[in-house]
């Protein structure tokens, strides 16, 4: 077990509908990434938060989102699904930005399908 | 930008043999590698790292991983493969922008055969 939660595990929604994922982090870790893995794109960086704040932002759409928030749990809002959002969904926590110690750990992921 | 290539696709070995996976990268600067593991309906798990000093690092489960800088790889090893390690590997490489975020080669399917 990383420490990393995530939920839900599954998630079935329609075309043009709106989910939200949660992470909650490894406790103390200050830093959390969302990832996207599917058979087409592999596994891509969508965005980062640290200690609330936006850090840094990968090949994520306009229609995603995310936050931090006070207590260091994420969301990752999905909106407008399309087809092609089928996934299954990353989050991973780190105690910082960097340094050699720093290490990624990940969730179980949230498998989304879009119908 | 950086980034890592896992050549090949899927990688079969005989259980009881060593067991390569194989990854270059490509960055500016002295590279910080990973490499995860992911078994079917589960997450990421970390192997191991390098980030600087010696050239072989060794991490769970018995893999290894030897980092070459001339040839800019950093292959994965076990010595004795078990039926156990059937999983999809992913070779990593993080941002150097001071951000931490990993870029991933497109990952290899090992199946050790029984």
């Known amino acids: 077990d990383s420490g990393v939660t995530q939920t839900p595990k599954h998630l079935i929604t329609a075309t043009g509908q709106r989910v939200t994922l949660r992470c909650s982090p490894r406790?103390?870790?200050?830093?959390v990434y969302w990832y996207q893995q599917s058979l087409d794109q592999g596994l891509q960086f969508l965005i980062q938060?640290?200690?609330?704040?936006?850090?840094a932002k990968g090949n994520i759409l306009e229609r995603f989102s995310a936050q931090q928030f006070p207590d260091l749990h994420s969301e990752l809002n999905l909106s407008s699904l399309e087809l092609g959002d089928s996934a299954l969904y990353f989050c991973a926590s780190s105690p910082d930005l960097g340094g050699v110690k720093n290490i990624q750990y990940f969730g179980a992921g949230t498998r989304l399908s879009v119908l | 930008a950086q980034s890592v290539a896992q050549p090949e696709d899927q990688v079969n070995v005989a259980e009881g043999n060593p067991l390569t996976v194989k990854c270059t990268y490509s960055v500016s600067g002295n590279p910080y590698l990973f490499w995860y593991v992911q078994y079917p309906n589960r997450g990421l798990q970390f192997l191991l790292k390098?980030?600087?000093?010696?050239?072989l690092v060794k991490g769970s489960y018995g893999f290894e991983a030897e980092f070459n800088k001339s040839q800019t790889s950093f292959h994965l090893k076990k010595p004795s493969a078990l039926v156990s390690d059937s999983a999809l590997y992913f070779c990593?490489?993080?941002?150097?922008?001071?951000?931490?975020?990993?870029?991933f080669g497109k990952g290899n399917q090992v199946v050790v055969i029984p």
């Open positions: 406790s103390g870790d200050l830093s």
């Open positions: 990593a490489v993080r941002d150097m922008g001071g951000n931490n975020r990993l870029a």
């Open positions: 938060y640290y200690n609330g704040e936006e850090r």
């Open positions: 390098y980030i600087t000093g010696d050239n």
